[in-house]
């Protein structure tokens, strides 16, 4: 098993001003930040990160929303990270995600839902290198 995930805070929460709060959560709940960094993501970028989701009917607007505003991304280390970050972040709708659940905290709807976080540990260590060089993690 690893111990790294792999997140962003999406747009919405970036410009509603809800990334030192989460950032504080997320700490709080026991991960140390292994890399970080503001991105602002071109349509290919976003197109290729969410590409598993490319015949799906809302693919295009997501990778419009993901490239409307500056997001941040990080690694995460912690003891059993995949699963422990998805259930801090909450369901994918944010209807459906548990009070005190950073989805249910900020997110404003099933897409600008404020936080993306790795399914699994091959997808963790994919989405991780394809952010982050060598030199930038710590
Ligand atoms: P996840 O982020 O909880 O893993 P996925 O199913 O991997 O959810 O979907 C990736 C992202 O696509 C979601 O976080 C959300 O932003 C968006 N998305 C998922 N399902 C829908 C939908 O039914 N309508 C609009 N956007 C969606
Ligand atoms: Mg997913």
Do not use: C, W
Request: charged content about 20%; aromatic content about 10%; cysteine-free.
């Amino acid at each position: 098993m690893s111990n790294i995930t792999f997140t962003m805070i999406k747009p919405d929460a970036v410009s509603n001003g809800h990334s030192g709060k989460i950032i504080d959560q997320i700490i709080q709940a026991g991960f140390t930040i292994q890399a970080m960094k503001y991105v602002r993501l071109s349509k290919e970028t976003a197109g290729s990160f969410y590409g598993i989701h490319r015949e799906r009917p809302f693919f295009n607007d997501l990778v419009e929303f993901m490239t409307s505003g500056t997001i941040v991304a990080a690694i995460l280390v912690k003891e059993n990270a995949v699963a422990d970050f998805r259930n801090l972040i909450g369901a994918t709708d944010p209807k459906k995600a548990e009070p005190g659940t950073i989805r249910n905290l900020f997110a404003k709807s099933i897409e600008a839902n404020a936080m993306h976080g790795s399914d699994s540990d091959e997808n963790a260590a994919n989405e991780a290198n394809f952010f982050f060089s060598a030199f930038e993690r710590f």
